[in-house]
C-alpha cells in the first residue's frame, strides 16, 4: 500500500513523500500513525544528516522516515504477533531500542532517526519485529492521540530524574534520584521540555522541598507561572520560584538569593549553550548533580567545569538522551491517572504537510511542541492564534472557540473536531 512521510534524504534535506510500503512479513506490524509531536531532536537530525549518531546507513540511497513521538492505531498484526496485538488498537511506540548488533551490543537504532518504513511523519508505517522484540510497542489506552504523542518526551524527563545521583560521606553507595527534599533548580527551564519537568518535579513522588525555575524569556516564564502555578506546588509541599535572569548582573548570587543563599542540590540545563551550562556548574553545591539534558548539535559542544569541586566538593555531572521502556511505562501510567497532563507542552498545531519546514526550522518557530496530524494538510498555527484566523476561517474560528473553553489549551473537543474538519492530506 501507498503511504506519506517525511523523510530525511541528507542534511537540511527533508521531503514530504509518497510511496510503496514493501508486503507485510510475518513479524511485522502494519499501523496508521495519528499524531506526532515534533522534537528538537529531529531537528538536529535534520542539521546533521548522516553524521547524526543514530543515522543507519546512506540517507540518499535509504531515506528515513523521520519523527518518534508519534501515536496511532494498529491496522493489520502478522501472524508472529497475532497473540500479542490485535488489529484496531491504540500504541506509541519507545524509539530506543537499545536492539543488539551482531556482537551484542546495543545499537542507537531508532525508528524516526535509522528507518525507511517506521517514523512518526507519516500516513502508514511498518513496524520492524526489533521494537515488538524489545517491548518497546506500547498500547496506549486513552481517549486521544495528543497525549499519547506527548509520552515519550514526558518519559525523557522520568528518565532524567531518574539518572541523578548522590553519594552519602564515608559511603560509596550511589543514591539515585535528585535528593529527597532538597533544591532543585532548572535553568532555560521556561521551554516545552522544561514546563514538563516541573510538572513532574511537583508530581511525582520524590519531590524537592524547593524548585527555582530560570529563563529569560519573560513570555515563556508568565506562561509557566500561570499553569503550574507556586499554589499548586505549595499543595503538593513544594516552594516554586519563577526568576528572569536576562538582565540580571550577578545571576549566581542572585539565583542563590532565591534558594536562601545555597547552592544547589540539583540542576538541570535545558539548553546547549555554554554560558548556561557553566553557570549551572558555578551554582552546584556540596555533592550536587548536574544534569546536561539538553543535546548539542555540534559534536564537538564543550563548556568549562571546575574540577576542584569534582575533587573536593563531589560534584556529578550526568547526561540523559531519551528514556527507557520504563520510563515511558511511567509517563502513560501518570497521565492516565491524571497525575500529570503535559498538555501545556503543545503550542502549535499543522498537518503533515507542515512537519518538514516545521522541524527545520523548529530552532526559530517561538512556544513549544508543535503538534502534527500526519493524515491532515494544514499548515502549522499557533493555538493562541486560532482566533484571529477564525476571523476569516470557520474552521479557526471553532478551534479557538474550543481551546478558549479549556483555557487556551489543545483537548480531546479539539483534537477530534480537527480529525473530523480538517482536509485530508
Same mark, same amino acid.
Given at each position: 500500500m501507498k503511504t506519506k512521510a517525511v523523510r530525511i534524504h541528507g542534511a537540511r534535506d527533508l521531503r514530504l513523500d509518497e510511496f510503496d510500503l514493501p508486503p507485510l512479513q510475518d513479524d511485522e506490524i502494519l499501523a496508521r500513525v495519528v499524531s506526532d509531536s515534533i522534537c528538537m531532536s529531529s531537528h538536529k537530525l535534520a542539521m546533521q544528516g548522516e553524521r547524526h549518531k543514530r543515522v543507519r546507513g546512506t540517507l540518499a540511497e535509504k $531515506? #528515513?522516515? /523521520?519523527?518518534?513521538? %508519534?501515536?496511532?492505531? /494498529?491496522?493489520?498484526?502478522? #501472524?508472529?504477533?497475532?497473540g500479542a496485538f490485535q488489529a484496531g488498537a491504540k500504541f506509541t511506540i519507545q !524509539? #530506543?531500542?537499545?536492539? !543488539? @548488533?551482531?556482537q551484542g551490543q546495543a545499537t542507537l537504532w531508532a525508528p524516526g532517526y535509522s528507518y525507511q518504513y517506521i517514523g512518526g511523519d507519516a500516513t502508514y508505517i511498518i513496524i520492524p519485529p526489533e521494537v515488538m522484540e524489545m517491548n518497546c510497542l506500547l498500547l496506549y489506552t486513552g481517549d486521544n492521540f495528543y497525549l499519547g504523542s506527548l509520552?515519550? $518526551?514526558? &518519559?525523557? /524527563?522520568a528518565g532524567a530524574f531518574h539518572a541523578q545521583? =548522590? *553519594?552519602?560521606?564515608? &559511603?560509596?553507595? =550511589?543514591?539515585?534520584?535528585?535528593?529527597?527534599?532538597?533544591?532543585?533548580? %532548572?535553568? +532555560?527551564?521556561?521551554?516545552?521540555?522544561?514546563?514538563?519537568?516541573? @510538572?513532574? +518535579?511537583?508530581?511525582? $513522588?520524590?519531590?524537592?522541598?524547593?524548585?527555582?525555575?530560570? @529563563? /529569560?524569556d519573560e513570555s515563556r516564564l508568565s506562561r509557566a507561572a500561570s499553569l503550574? *502555578?507556586?499554589e499548586d506546588a505549595r499543595e503538593n509541599g513544594v516552594e516554586l520560584v519563577y526568576v528572569n535572569t536576562k538582565a540580571l548582573s550577578d545571576p549566581v548570587g542572585a539565583l542563590r538569593d532565591r534558594n536562601r543563599g545555597a547552592l544547589y542540590d540539583d540542576v538541570f540545563v535545558f539548553a546547549p549553550v555554554k554560558p548556561v551550562l557553566e553557570l549551572g556548574?558555578?551554582?552546584?553545591?556540596?555533592g550536587g548533580c548536574l544534569n546536561f539534558f539538553a543535546g548539542p548539535t555540534d559534536p564537538e559542544f564543550s563548556g568549562s567545569l571546575n574540577f576542584y569541586n569534582v575533587h573536593y566538593e563531589g560534584h556529578h555531572i550526568v547526561g *540523559? &538522551?531519551?528514556? &527507557? *521502556?520504563d520510563d515511558m511505562k511511567e509517563a502513560l501510567s501518570l497521565m492516565a491517572g491524571g497525575v500529570i497532563n503535559p498538555v501545556f507542552m503543545v503550542t502549535h498545531i499543522g498537518g503533515l504537510d507542515a512537519a518538514a519546514q516545521a522541524t527545520l526550522d523548529l530552532d526559530a518557530i517561538p512556544g513549544g511542541k508543535k503538534l502534527i496530524y500526519t493524515h491532515k494538510r494544514l499548515g502549522l498555527s499557533a493555538i493562541a492564534g486560532f482566533a484571529e484566523k477564525g476571523r476569516d476561517d470557520p474552521f479557526f474560528r471553532r478551534l479557538g472557540d474550543i481551546c478558549a473553553s479549556y483555557n487556551g489549551l489543545w483537548n480531546k473537543e479539539a483534537e477530534d473536531y480537527l480529525l473530523e474538519h480538517a482536509p485530508e492530506i
Open positions: $531515506p #528515513a522516515v /523521520i519523527g518518534h513521538e %508519534f501515536c496511532g492505531v /494498529i491496522e493489520q498484526v502478522g #501472524a508472529a504477533w497475532a !524509539p #530506543a531500542l537499545n536492539y !543488539p @548488533d551482531q509520552a515519550e $518526551p514526558v &518519559s525523557c /524527563i545521583y =548522590h *553519594t552519602e560521606a564515608g &559511603s560509596y553507595r =550511589h543514591v539515585m534520584g535528585i535528593a529527597e527534599g532538597g533544591s532543585l533548580l %532548572f535553568l +532555560a527551564g521556561a521551554g516545552p521540555m522544561g514546563l514538563c519537568a516541573v @510538572d513532574y +518535579a511537583l508530581h511525582n $513522588p520524590r519531590k524537592p522541598s524547593r524548585l527555582v525555575v530560570a @529563563d /529569560i503550574l *502555578t507556586a556548574g558555578r551554582l552546584l553545591g556540596r *540523559t &538522551s531519551g528514556g &527507557s *521502556t
